[in-house]
């Protein structure tokens, strides 16, 4: 089946600095990934859309400039925390579409700010 | 707006025992409908899915039927194992791709 990785896994970092996650679709081609934000015990929200080629669409609510995400290829997307702070800390998962409608999900990365 | 809404976790269960876990939904058009599983310690993975009325999806010895009439994709198991514990997602698809989550339930399935 089709595969999505996430990369790092776990990141613990300081306050103000910024962290970049990885998400990578590895046996298909993607034209559009999502990036979720799930608390402890919470169900998974929405933070935006990442379109290949072009800007991503965020979900209302969530800093464009604080999340900046970049669909550089049908393979990669990236999150950028940027100057984080322990409210951001979190565990954001990425997950990729086919054209069949469904989504495969990435494994997750616990980010921990200090 | 649209929304998933799902019974309440914990649920706690013994080895072999009959599984619902109820999901509503409101929505405009007609979504596809999803049941996602997490697994502790890993990420979501897809279980079944429907994508018209009445619809019945099945994996794993799970199985969701898409009810329209009363907006429902209730998740089903005539016998669970203990492997079976893990947090279970249903979701709907709306346009553009993008997926609403209910706020997940909680399986513990006890030998």
């Known amino acids: 089946g089709a595969v999505v990785s996430q990369h790092p896994s776990r990141v613990i970092c300081k306050s103000g600095t910024s962290v970049k996650i990885e998400c990578r679709s590895l046996?298909?081609?993607?034209?559009?990934m999502f990036w979720y934000r799930q608390f402890p015990k919470k169900s998974l929200m929405l933070m935006a859309t990442?379109?290949?080629?072009?800007?991503?669409?965020?979900e209302q609510g969530v800093e464009k400039d604080k999340f900046l995400i970049n669909h550089a290829s049908l393979t990669l997307s990236t999150l950028t925390v940027t100057s984080a702070h322990p409210e951001d800390s979190s565990f954001y998962i990425c997950?990729?579409?086919?054209?069949?409608?469904?989504?495969?999900f990435g494994p997750g990365t616990r980010l921990t700010v200090l | 707006g649209d929304s998933v809404t799902q019974m309440e976790g914990p649920v706690t269960l013994s080895e072999e025992a009959f599984l619902t876990i109820n999901c509503t939904y409101t929505a405009t058009g007609y979504p596809s409908l999803f049941w996602y599983v997490q697994y502790p310690g890993e990420g979501l993975q897809l279980l079944l899915k429907a994508t018209k009325a009445d619809d019945k999806g099945s994996n794993k010895g799970f199985e969701a039927t898409y009810r329209k009439e009363t907006t429902s994709f209730h998740l089903e198991k005539g016998s669970v194992q203990v492997s079976d514990s893990a947090v279970y997602f249903c979701a709907l698809r709306v346009q553009g791709g993008k997926l609403i989550f209910g706020q997940g339930t909680e399986l513990s399935v006890k030998p």
């Open positions: 997950s990729a579409g086919l054209a069949s409608d469904t989504q495969y």
């Open positions: 990442s379109n290949e080629g072009s800007k991503a669409t965020y």
């Open positions: 046996d298909f081609q993607a034209t559009t």
